[in-house]
């Protein structure tokens, strides 16, 4: 709770809303509200049939309760994050009570609630308004109520509830990101019944009845959407077939098209497989430095048979009786399987389809519960410790230490030492220097999510000299210090010491974030444009609508697209009610002339002065983040 008080509801404020899928996502559902039709999504008033809409509905909702706000339209994903901590924390109860110390039989599901609420991926990408985070939830919820429902089977008991709590989360997730809400638990619970050789128990999972729940659940939206947008005809040479609807758009090129990387557009990028893989590595950190060492221990666990008793080692002889070690056996493989296999699932699918960056988040709370296992069986203490009789170590926590001592010091000490010498050398700009102009430009990465990154330069360090004193402080404690708290035995300590050191490398990473924004979001030009406006007056952006999206939000008015018939609104803009929002250069030049008051959003100021002042006096009306609003009046 702590944690996510402090990194999730801490930032929940600042900055606003980024240009591209952060307000575009959020946009739709302010559009829900004002047309009062929460079927078929809109963007500037054009159908957008990218994505299913439970996203739209928790934004909506939550703005129809506190106001049209960007931290109102926030406010359901950081809820979100809150559910899935504690999701986490419950499944990892389930699965690790019997291997955690006997006085703090949560400790397993408390690691691995940490590990997710201050790990670098989830937190990054909860910074916008994407659905991944809340996928890892219903896969973690699906997961254990599938557990459970095994659970009442061997009791001879009836599945019946679990079942249809696995049906309504599934109904969830399939509205959440599509049917990849299908795929990866049925995946599972088939996998799992496989390698467990009990695929007869399908038939006592009460399908019909979950069934029956699903449909009811999730099938209302598809058909409706689907009745509402039927497929029409299409221009020719675009690349589209002779007749497309929602449910082309939708169920062939958004899913079986884009799996295949032959969407139509493709506005995304690919990130080659073993980025991929080695970008999981860092979603995770620093808790990944326990990572391979769970896997280990996951792997010798998968190779315990099911129901037999573990060996008698000196752990167990020293405090534990039979019945203890029969129930750590089977807890212990049903734990490395359900694991091994979610996390496999998920990015096994990914490696053989198109996948982006941040991909991994359905398959980071397994690893995390991964890691937290193997923690929590570190801090077990031998009956013989607590009587005060010296005791050595186990292999666990060896193996605990030895992450700690090649993994975490090392890697907390070197970010120390770069981050503390980038703070002492960087310069203070200058004044009236903007962070965009000491930045460079990579407009080859700005389809990955976080491809502005790329653009910092030594140059520009020098506005981030706080964060980076932060983020070099707080380092020193996570390596070097919680290292030296585990080398005497405070293991407890020791973790929590990374967790806290990383809550404040992940607020240094959002102060950073808020001195980036300009770059990132159009929020102060929107208010800007605000002061003047008047009724009438034309707001345009030099581009695709991702180039300024927050215009739309902060200005609540609709935005025309000069050469931006592209991407997003493309599909929906080939409908005949749909309203005109695509602009070229002779119909932007007949505007600026025209009686109308325009304000441009460009990125090319001098280039469109040149070009615009011949048809009427240009002025520079504001500037932010290397974008400027032109006006004509």
């Not at 240009?19 to 959020?26: A, K, L, M, N």
């Not at 001879?156 to 299908?182: C, E, H, N, Q, Y």
């Amino acid at each position: 709770m702590v944690a996510w008080l402090v990194l999730q509801i801490g930032g929940l404020f600042t900055p606003g809303l980024l240009d591209d899928v952060d307000s575009v996502y959020i946009q739709i559902a302010r559009e829900m509200l004002q047309r009062h039709d929460f079927i078929t999504p809109t963007i500037d008033g054009i159908r957008f049939f990218d994505k299913p809409p439970l996203m739209y509905w928790m934004a909506a909702g939550s703005m129809r309760l506190f106001g049209p706000h960007d931290w109102a339209a926030r406010l359901p994903l950081a809820l979100g994050v809150l559910a899935l901590l504690f999701a986490v924390y419950a499944l990892g109860i389930r699965l690790f009570s019997t291997v955690s110390p006997l006085e703090s039989p949560d400790r397993g599901g408390l690691y691995g609630a940490l590990a997710m609420a201050t790990s670098i991926g989830p937190y990054l990408y909860t910074r916008f308004y994407i659905p991944d985070i809340l996928i890892a939830l219903w896969m973690t919820l699906s997961v254990h109520l599938f557990l459970i429902a095994l659970d009442r089977l061997r009791e001879d008991r009836s599945a019946l509830l679990p079942s249809l709590g696995f049906a309504a989360v599934m109904a969830l997730d399939l509205l959440t990101k599509g049917l990849i809400g299908i795929v990866f638990p049925i995946g599972f619970v088939l996998f799992y019944l496989f390698f467990t050789r009990q695929l007869k128990l399908l038939l006592k999972l009460q399908i019909p009845a979950a069934t029956g729940l699903f449909l009811l659940l999730a099938a209302p939206w598809h058909i409706l959407v689907a009745l509402r947008n039927p497929a029409i005809s299409m221009p020719a040479g675009v690349g589209l077939p002779a007749r497309a609807g929602w449910a082309w758009f939708y169920l062939y090129n958004e899913h079986v098209a884009r799996f295949m990387g032959k969407r139509i557009p493709h506005d995304y990028g690919n990130v080659p497989r073993p980025i991929f893989w080695l970008l999981l590595v860092l979603w995770l950190l620093p808790w990944s430095a326990f990572l391979l060492g769970s896997l280990k221990n996951a792997f010798r666990d998968l190779r315990q048979p099911r129901e037999a008793p573990l060996r008698f080692d000196s752990d167990i002889a020293a405090g534990y009786d039979t019945l203890t070690a029969l129930q750590s056996s089977a807890r212990s493989h049903e734990a490395a399987l359900s694991l091994l296999l979610w996390a496999g699932i998920v990015l096994g699918f990914f490696t053989v389809s198109s996948r982006q960056e941040y991909y991994h988040l359905p398959a980071l709370p397994a690893l995390a519960l991964l890691v937290g296992g193997m923690l929590a069986a570190a801090d077990r203490r031998p009956l013989s410790a607590s009587i005060g009789v010296p005791a050595p170590i186990n292999q666990t926590q060896r193996q605990a230490l030895q992450a700690s001592f090649w993994g975490l010091a090392p890697f907390g000490a070197l970010l120390f030492v770069v981050c503390a010498y980038l703070a002492a050398t960087a310069h203070t700009p200058a004044t009236g220097v903007d962070l965009n102009s000491l930045l460079s430009t990579n407009p080859a990465l700005y389809n990955l999510s976080l491809g502005h990154v790329f653009d910092l330069t030594s140059n520009a360090m020098g506005f981030f000299r706080g964060p980076l004193w932060t983020v070099a402080l707080c380092m020193l404690a996570l390596g070097p210090g919680s290292h030296l708290l585990r080398r005497r035995g405070r293991t407890f300590a020791a973790n929590l010491i990374v967790a806290l050191s990383m809550a404040g490398v992940l607020l240094a990473a959002h102060e950073g974030l808020v001195r980036f924004y300009p770059i990132l979001g159009s929020k102060d030009l929107a208010l800007a444009v605000n002061t003047a406006r008047k009724p009438g007056d034309l707001i345009l952006i030099d581009g695709e609508l991702t180039a300024g999206s927050t215009l739309l939000f902060y200005t609540d008015q609709p935005v025309l697209l000069v050469n931006g018939h592209v991407n997003g609104p493309w599909f929906g803009s080939f409908w005949p009610d749909a309203p005109h929002i695509f602009e070229d250069e002779a119909s932007l030049r007949q505007l600026w002339g025209g009686s109308q008051r325009v304000f441009l959003l460009t990125y090319n100021p001098r280039q469109r002065e040149q070009e615009l002042s011949i048809h009427g006096k240009v002025i520079d009306f504001a500037d932010s983040g290397g974008k400027t609003i032109l006006t004509n009046r």
